[in-house]
């Protein structure tokens, strides 16, 4: 079993920047594969940004270049470094772990609004 607990949302204003992190915990050496997906109200879950063990990296289209995913493997921590935000980023994030069997977090809320 992975345990993910995601903290760092929140209230940012247009232009502003957040950083989500995203504590893993239990079995993690199991995991192939971290990554971010948002759900906006009314829309299915999509991508964000995801990692492999290797450390490649990939994001959707609607995010390149402003956001960014890192691990930190001392802290088994992984983060979502969110620049430039736009009202329409505004969604629940969740962290996810591809391994024998998929993990997500909790979910944190991102509002991005004036």
């Known amino acids: 079993q992975v345990q993910l607990v995601e903290s760092g949302g929140g209230l940012v204003q247009p232009g502003g920047s957040l950083r989500l992190s995203c504590a893993a915990s239990?079995?993690?050496?199991?995991?192939?594969?971290w990554g971010w997906f948002r759900q906006a109200p009314g829309k299915q879950r999509e991508l964000v940004a995801i990692?492999?063990?290797?450390?490649?990296?990939n994001a959707a289209d609607a995010v390149k270049g402003r956001f960014t995913i890192s691990r930190d493997n001392a802290k088994n921590t992984v983060y979502l470094q969110m620049n430039s935000l736009k009202p329409e980023d505004t969604a629940v994030y969740y962290c996810?772990?591809?391994?024998?069997?998929?993990?997500w977090g909790q979910g944190t809320q991102v509002t991005v609004s004036s």
């Open positions: 996810y772990a591809a391994g024998p069997i998929s993990y």
């Open positions: 239990g079995n993690i050496f199991s995991i192939t594969a």
């Open positions: 990692m492999s063990r290797s450390g490649t990296t």
